[in-house]
Each structure stands twice: as C-alpha cells, then as structure tokens.
C-alpha cells in the first residue's frame, strides 16, 4: 500500500511539475507584454477641429516613418493624410508645408484654408492665418468650420469684433450642430 501512496504523490507531483514547465515555455504566447510601448501612441477619434478622425495608428506608423519623403508625393490623397497626422502630432511647421501645398492641387477648397490657417496660427504666424483664413471665406462663404476658426483665431488676437462677427456667420451659414454649439459659446465667452 505505501508502494501504491508514493507512486500517487510523484505522479502529482510529476504532473504538477510539467504544467508549470509548460505554462512558463508558452505564457509569452498567451500573455501579452504590458510593458512594450508603441512608438506611436493611438490617434484620439477627433482632433480639435475634427478633421482627423479616421485614421489609424498602422497608417501614422507608415506615413511617419523616417524613410518617407513628405514633399516628394503628388498624390493629394496621401499629403492630405500626411498633414492630418503631423497636425495630430503638433508637427505644425511639416503640417502648414503640407496644406500649402495641398493648395496648389485644390485652391478653391476652404477646408484646406481652414486647416492651414488654424496651423499657422498654432505656430505663431496668426497674421497670415488670418490672411488664410479670410481667402477661405471668399472661397466659399458657406463653409461653417472656417468661420468658427476665423472667429477662434481672432478672440485669441483681441479682435473681438471680428471675432463676433465670424462666430454669428459660423451659427447661422451651417448645420453642423456641434460647429455651432461650439461658436455659440466663444461668442458668449468675448468681452
């Protein structure tokens, strides 16, 4: 019977020793590293002026790796992205190159007016995002976001009766609904 007893315990034993031995060969599989960081981190779902939205963190990996030229494409699908990400990355001067020259394929889209002018003006250059700003509006006087821009960009400038005056153009030209929320309460904001 002690026979028996001691042939039980090693198989236990045994049995316990080799699920451990094969959990430690094969956890690396089943357990992902909490410790890897990315080298990009996830793009959030909007940007400040939510143009960014829909692009993934595969793409910011491929579109700003160093091995690729940003002004050697003359695809505009591909530098609009390319804009869009290193604006998402606070890249401001690669980011106002890039809508510059996203101008030169479409000079009558006030988007990309939109897009430059709030990008010189996060790099100091307001004066020419105004200028921007307000060829965007004669391009297409419609166009809502540019006129929430053109509002933003001046309270930040102290020209607030500009700035009036384009965020009241940003509530009554469009219907995005959040657009205007949002021109809404800048313009309750202003002196």
């Known amino acids: 019977m002690i026979l028996d007893t001691r042939f039980w315990v090693l ?27 990315s080298a990009h981190p996830p793009i959030a779902d909007r940007s400040p002026t939510g143009w960014t939205s829909g692009i993934t963190e595969a793409e910011v990996s491929r579109l700003s790796s160093p091995g690729l030229s940003l002004s050697s494409s ?13 604006f998402t990355n606070k890249q401001y001067d690669t980011a106002a190159t890039l809508y510059e020259k ?21 790099i100091g250059r307001s004066e020419e995002a105004l200028r921007r700003l307000n060829e965007g509006v004669a ?12 509002g933003y960009v001046n309270s930040q400038l102290g020209n607030f009766e500009q700035a009036r005056t384009a965020l009241t153009n940003a509530i009554q030209v469009g219907g995005n609904e959040s657009i205007r929320e949002s021109a809404t309460k800048m313009l309750e904001e202003l002196p």
């Open 11 to 37: 198989l236990v034993v045994f049995q316990v020793v080799f699920g451990l031995a094969i959990f430690a060969i094969t956890r690396e599989y089943y357990m992902p590293d909490v410790n890897t960081v």
């Open 74 to 86: 003359q695809d505009p699908a591909m530098i609009s992205r390319q804009a869009d990400i290193a």
């Open 102 to 122: 996203l101008l030169s394929f479409s000079p009558n889209d006030a988007e990309i007016y939109n897009n430059l002018g709030l990008t010189l003006h996060y």
């Open 139 to 150: 391009v297409d006087g419609g166009h809502q976001r540019i006129w929430l821009t053109l």
